[in-house]
């Protein structure tokens, strides 16, 4: 029998995911100086949002006691600049000095990172440069930084580090500049895998000036993935698919003892992002060009029984 040329030119669908934005705010409420100390780590509880954890902060390559109460403050950094020069600077960031925290996405979700938003503030004779990286590089480039909303005390300069403009401009006390904006960018998008980023402060006219951030904001979403379903790759499948790998997407496929009256194509984290009828004497041409290359897998189902394939592609 001459069979039918059955072609699927399949759209993809959208896999099934709930999204949600979420803005999680670190206040440093419980941070306590002096006698009784909170140590490097900040005991405040971390925010919460949907579909990631929120780690806690903790200070690394500073002493071991908060330099104030109800904010993240320690000294010990870096020196380099000069009392009342605003030109001159001979220090550098030092990798191994840093405020940490670490974001993770929660089982079968995804979270992309905005922007970060936080104040600071420095003593007089503290850092007048801070920048922020991030795991996704192993903290080798700082991450893209502006001044949002405009504060004219602080600026950024190349590459991505935050200046403190005006030496002789001396906050209030218990007074905070707004304005430091970080926006990581594509490394920090639809992430399943924890994500640190790390705070450096440097240039300061002594080492026992001293760095505070407050308010640290993340901004983001997360995505969470519903109804994925567990592939099991069929050694005995019953049917073939070729060319696998296909380097074009173009496959066919040939069952040898089933009737096909379903074909679905699966991801590899088991959602079906396709699904199509069939007739019982068609033979299958399927069109995957619009996928990405990657590991998928083709499952037929023959009346109450499925058989799955893993398929390569390898544009």
């Known amino acids: ?18 999204a949600q934005t ?19 780590t900040d005991p405040t509880p ?36 000069t009392n009342g020069n605003d030109a001159t600077f001979t220090g550098s960031l030092n990798p191994n000095q840093y405020y940490s925290v670490t974001l993770t996405p929660s089982a079968s979700s995804s979270v992309t990172i905005n922007s970060i938003t936080f104040n600071m503030s420095r003593s007089t004779t503290g850092p007048r440069h801070w920048a922020v990286r991030g795991s996704a590089d192993s903290y080798s480039t700082n991450l893209a930084a502006s001044i ?8 950024v300069v190349p590459t991505n580090v935050f200046f403190w403009s005006i ?34 402060a440097f240039d300061a006219e002594s080492g026992a000036g001293t760095f505070r951030i407050d308010t640290v ?49 699966i991801n590899i984290i088991g959602a079906v992002i396709s699904s199509n009828n069939l007739l019982a004497d068609d033979k299958i041409k399927l069109d995957l060009s619009s996928l990405p290359a990657g590991t998928y897998f083709v499952r037929i189902i023959s009346g109450d029984k499925s058989f799955v394939e893993k398929l390569i592609l390898s544009k």
């Open 46 to 81: 971390p925010p919460t949002a949907s579909g990631l954890t929120f780690g806690a902060f903790s200070a690394v390559g500073t002493p071991s006691s908060p330099s104030t109460s109800g904010a993240f403050s320690f000294s010990g950094w870096g020196t380099g600049a």
């Open 22 to 40: 979420f803005s999680g705010m670190y206040p440093f409420t419980a941070v306590a100086s002096g006698t009784a100390n909170t140590g490097t």
């Open 167 to 200: 030496d002789s401009y001396t906050a209030a006390a218990g007074k905070q500049e707004k304005g430091s904006t970080i926006t990581p960018g594509a490394p920090y998008v639809n992430q399943a895998n924890p994500m640190t980023f790390r705070f450096y």
């Open 217 to 265: 904001i993340f901004n983001g979403t997360a995505s969470i993935i519903a109804g994925i379903n567990k592939v099991t790759y069929d050694l005995n499948s019953n049917f073939r698919v070729y060319p696998n790998p296909s380097n074009d997407g173009i496959i066919s496929i040939e069952a040898n003892s089933v009737t096909a009256s379903k074909i679905e194509v």
């Open 148 to 155: 949002a909303p405009t504060n004219t005390n602080i600026t």
């Open 1 to 18: 029998m001459i069979k039918k040329l059955f072609f699927a030119g399949l759209t993809i669908s959208a896999i099934n995911i709930s």
